[in-house]
């Protein structure tokens, strides 16, 4: 017997607004996880082979039973939502703000969202025209999703245990990402990657098992613990790749990650390539002339590059350079530039002034605009124009070679700030254990039991 009618009138009676507590808070353990966004016009299909509950979320109480095996689920514009049998006849309607979460009727099982599978509750925001599917799941329930998403589960477990401390500080200290959207993660590489049921693995289930409950403090309180894959031999401060300095996230020397997968790689691209990456960064570069390494950092990662196009010169950050070429494509900052390309280093043209008539031969390389101190005022890649008494010849694109390439030879994978996964590999490999690990990468810390 369903209790629609009490349901709706005791929604009336509580006002339906949903309190989600931000910050961290150790104690209270369910966090809100986004696992997907729809079209408010597109269906989600929600399955479970024990029926579902519909539970208070501030309470946990039970509200509602409903014995289907499939449910659908239809957003509205006014921000409810429809929830329907499998005969699409509507089982009842959830109110905007209405602080309802589904499950399973045993609590403890898998509900089914579409095509993955998810542990403890889903429950449904609708802004504007789209639908945001939420898991309300238990923090070590969450971990079991994230770890085997985020380091090969054939790691060694004193690894995956390093990664799954690793995990859980840096959720507890990232459950203000997405206040705004009123959830706490996403389950995409901007939070930290999560999968649901379909991820998880005995081996990363067992590494957040026996360390329930760990994580990473300084000053006894928990900390970001960002990680990567590979340092490539030094990890790097943390100001030098976000701004914002911490004393437990500065460079190391790291040994351990001198002999794995991406500890050096080389990859190229053309000139004409890297203008369209400027482009769809909305960078108009013109043509690529040059890149040169201005400034690099004291792990040696690149922190300035300068780009020499024919429309314009600009020095950005090596990590936005990173961030426009593509994160996996140049895979950390820690490179440096060789070129090649046939004419490419040389521009070298004739001419004659008006004293003789022989000509000079003038490599543009060398080219530059001086003042009348002597001062550089214009480099050459901003030479497009050659005047002379009579006439001027327009030098753009005669010297351009777009299929010039850059030759990026690069160490690590990733920003190289905290833990190197591959680096904690070899760790445990060598006999270290996960405590060991961490505070070989995150200075000064502490592993506190909540
Ligand atoms: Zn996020």
Request: aromatic share 10%; glycine share 8%.
């Amino acid at each position: 017997m369903r209790r629609i009618c009490f349901f709706l009138i005791l929604l009336m009676m509580i006002g339906s607004t949903s309190d989600i507590v931000y910050g961290y808070r150790l104690e209270d353990d369910y966090i809100d996880v986004r696992i997907g966004i729809k079209n408010i016009d597109e269906e989600i299909v929600l399955s479970s082979s024990r029926g579902f509950c519909f539970y208070d979320k501030e309470d946990m109480d039970e509200m509602e039973d409903i014995d289907e095996d499939k449910i659908f689920i239809q957003g509205n514009r006014d921000g409810s939502i429809d929830v329907l049998d499998e005969d699409r006849d509507k089982i009842l309607t959830l109110k905007k703000n209405d602080s309802i979460i589904i499950g399973s009727k045993d609590r403890e099982s898998i509900v089914q969202v579409d095509k993955s599978r998810y542990r403890d509750y889903i429950y449904f925001l609708v802004k504007d025209t789209k639908i945001y599917i939420i898991n309300h799941i238990y923090m070590e329930r969450y971990l079991y999703g994230v770890v085997p998403r985020e380091i090969p589960a054939s790691a060694p477990m004193e690894a995956l245990k390093a990664q799954a401390v690793v995990a859980r500080s840096y959720a507890y200290s990232s459950l203000n990402n997405h206040k705004s959207e009123g959830y706490h993660l996403c389950n995409t590489t901007h939070c930290q990657v999560y999968g649901g049921v379909d991820g998880e693995k005995p081996s990363t289930n067992q590494a957040v098992d026996s360390t329930y409950g760990d994580y990473v403090s300084y000053n006894g309180k928990v900390i970001s613990t960002p990680y990567h894959s590979n340092s490539g031999g030094y990890t790097e401060d943390s100001d030098k790749v976000w701004g914002g300095s911490s004393p437990y996230l500065v460079g190391v020397k790291d040994i351990y990650s001198t002999n794995s997968p991406n500890s050096t790689w080389t990859t190229s691209i053309t000139s004409g390539e890297l203008r369209n990456k400027f482009l769809q960064s909305g960078m108009d570069m013109g043509e690529i002339l040059d890149i040169e390494i201005v400034e690099k950092t004291d792990s040696n990662r690149v922190k300035d590059i300068r780009i020499i196009g024919s429309k314009k010169e600009q020095t950005i950050s090596g990590d936005k350079f990173r961030s426009i070429l593509g994160t996996t494509y140049l895979k950390s900052t820690l490179f440096d530039i060789e070129k090649s390309g046939s004419s490419s280093s040389t521009k070298i043209v004739y001419a004659i002034d008006g004293y003789s008539n022989v000509p000079k031969k003038i490599d543009l390389g060398n080219i530059y605009t001086l003042d009348f101190k002597g001062n550089q005022t214009v480099s050459r890649g901003s030479v497009r124009r050659i005047k002379g008494n009579n006439e001027s010849t327009d030098i753009e694109g005669t010297f351009i070679n777009k299929d010039k390439a850059f030759i990026l030879e690069g160490k690590g994978y990733g920003h190289g700030v905290g833990m190197s996964q591959y680096g904690a590999m070899e760790m445990a490999k060598q006999g270290f254990d996960y405590k060991d690990i961490i505070k070989h990468y995150y200075t000064g810390v502490e592993i506190i039991n909540k």
